[in-house]
């Protein structure tokens, strides 16, 4: 099986920068596409953003494009959501999930994380 342990998420000041990161172990990390999701209180889960499993591919959602860049390092079996000028809305439970096919819909990805806290004060 996979697990996936997100880190990094806490309270920051908006304009301020955030780097979730996610571990994962079980199955081959390489062959494996990677994701964010996020879910504000009283909020659907919603995709944010997607890496290939060469890192030469990504995806975002339109709210955070040019603000936040995922990453992998697969020799670490980590990837990373970097959040930059970060904004009020931006509050939610963030989650890493992994699935074989890029996908951006929450029933398209198989492994989830147990989710990470961003909280971004005004």
């Known amino acids: 099986q996979v697990q996936l342990v997100e880190s990094g998420g806490g309270l920051v000041q908006a304009g301020g920068s955030l780097r979730l990161s996610c571990a994962r172990s079980?199955?081959?990390?390489?062959?494996?596409?990677m994701g964010w999701f996020r879910q504000a209180p009283g909020k659907e889960r919603e995709f944010v953003a997607a890496?290939?499993?060469?890192?030469?591919?990504?995806y975002y959602a339109d709210s955070v494009k040019g603000r936040f860049t995922i990453s992998r390092d697969n020799a670490k079996n980590t990837v990373y959501l970097q959040m930059n000028n970060l904004k009020p809305q931006d509050t939610a439970v963030y989650y890493c999930?992994?699935?074989?096919?890029?996908?951006?819909?929450?029933?398209?990805?198989?492994?989830w994380g147990q989710g990470t806290q961003v909280t971004v004060s005004s």
């Open positions: 999930a992994a699935d074989k096919r890029v996908g951006f819909e929450v029933n398209e990805y198989d492994y």
């Open positions: 890496i290939s499993w060469s890192g030469q591919s990504t």
């Open positions: 079980g199955r081959t990390f390489s062959s494996t596409v």
